[in-house]
């Protein structure tokens, strides 16, 4: 078993815990959840601008072993997960891939036999990540603020195997993203996961955090899910379980 000796940056060790998946393969299955401090976009519904700054920094065997004693309990689990070792274990931020020991750190775990997810904003290169980890590759959508950093580069990288999720906040957000799956066939590359823009609490509206761009019209929920429905948009809309279970200022969900 190979050690690594480079660092990651991790959140503490209140924010490194056991949850459950929200993903639509893994959905409600427990995973754990590894958050990695900083990110270089500010997406206007960012509810983890705490994973901006805050976090300590621990060796790749210190993030391994804290990872082993979360694992324990469910080490005999009778839980039917398919193609999954559980727990599941998901890098995410923050944004995983600016850090250089994330892609060792995933090595790693797929060796030691977890299944690994990793959830990115896909303004990264992903082409690197070891083939073994399951991507959730983000294409930002307008009302993020930052739909001019999706590296359109990637779509060719993905597989059956990976995921692409668009959070969705507005009617503009919609059509674009109708576009999109059309205009590069999205649906035949792998799974595509729609979200609805969750109202973010004052205590998460980070000063730093993009402006939804002017013109832009909010759409609901329930609007979202019944022009999925009329439209016939081959995605599937998750819901952010999280969000429903959990109060907004738990960390390491
Ligand atoms: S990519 Fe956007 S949503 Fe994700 S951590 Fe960065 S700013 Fe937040």
Redo the contacts with the bound molecule.
């Keep these: 078993m190979t050690r690594g000796i480079e660092k990651a940056v991790v959140l503490g060790a209140g924010t490194m815990g056991a949850r459950i998946a929200a993903h639509f393969a893994n959905a409600g299955l427990p995973c754990i959840f590894v958050r990695l401090t900083a ?1 270089n ?3 206007s ?5 705490y ?1 901006f700054t805050e976090g300590k920094k621990q060796s790749l065997a210190d993030v391994r072993a804290e990872i082993d004693r979360l694992a324990k309990p469910f080490a005999h689990s009778t839980l039917d997960a398919r193609r999954s070792t559980l727990p599941l274990v998901e890098l995410t ?3 995983p891939l600016l850090q250089k020991g994330a892609l060792p750190l995933m090595q790693q775990l797929c060796d030691d036999g977890y299944t690994v997810l990793l959830e990115t ?1 896909g ?1 990264h290169d992903i082409s690197a990540v070891d083939p073994r980890v399951r991507r959730i590759m ?1 294409l ?1 959508c307008p009302s ?1 603020g ?1 739909v001019a950093r999706n590296r359109w580069e990637n779509l060719a990288q993905l597989k059956s195997t990976d995921e692409i999720k668009f959070v969705i906040g507005t009617v503009e957000d919609y059509a674009w993203v109708k576009q999109q799956i059309a205009q590069h066939k999205l649906d035949a590359i792998c799974p595509l996961l729609v979200s609805w823009v969750h109202p973010l609490a004052p205590e998460q509206q980070d000063k730093s ?1 993009k402006k939804v761009p002017a013109g832009q019209a909010p759409i609901s929920r329930l609007q979202l899910v019944e022009n999925i429905i009329n439209d016939a948009l081959p995605v599937r809309f998750q819901a952010q379980l999280h969000k429903i279970i959990w109060p907004p200022e738990q960390r390491g969900v």
């Design positions: 990110c976009l500010r997406c519904y960012c509810d983890s601008a994973a931020g923050g944004e904003s303004a983000d930002k993020s930052e955090l």
